[in-house]
Nanobody
């Protein structure tokens, strides 16, 4: 029963930055991959960034060059550094962990980009 807890969301002006954190209850290297997803108002949840156990990363085209996913094995935490934020980045950001037999999700953290 892996538990994922996101933090770091908030209200930011366009062009600002946030760093989201996802703390796992176990070793992040026990998961096949971890990722960040965003559900914007009225839209389906979409992949933002993903990192595999072996460090391979991929990003949504809309965030390439602005967002970076990283991890800290000592803290069992995955981060999403979000720079040059745009209003269209607004949404609930959820962390997930791809386990051997399924996927676990955190409760999400709200990110609002507004002037």
């Amino acid at each position: 029963q892996v538990q994922l807890v996101e933090s770091g969301g908030g209200l930011v002006q366009p062009g600002g930055s946030l760093r989201l954190s996802c703390a796992a209850s176990g070793s992040i290297f026990s998961f096949n991959a971890m990722g960040w997803y965003c559900q914007a108002p009225g839209k389906q949840r979409e992949l933002v960034a993903r990192i595999t156990r072996f460090g391979r990363t991929n990003y949504a085209d809309s965030v390439k060059g602005r967002f970076t996913i990283s991890r800290d094995g000592a803290k069992d935490t995955v981060y999403l550094q979000m720079n040059s934020l745009k209003p269209e980045d607004t949404g609930v950001y959820s962390c997930n962990a791809e386990e051997t037999y399924g996927t676990s999700w955190g409760q999400g953290t709200q990110v609002t980009v507004s002037s």
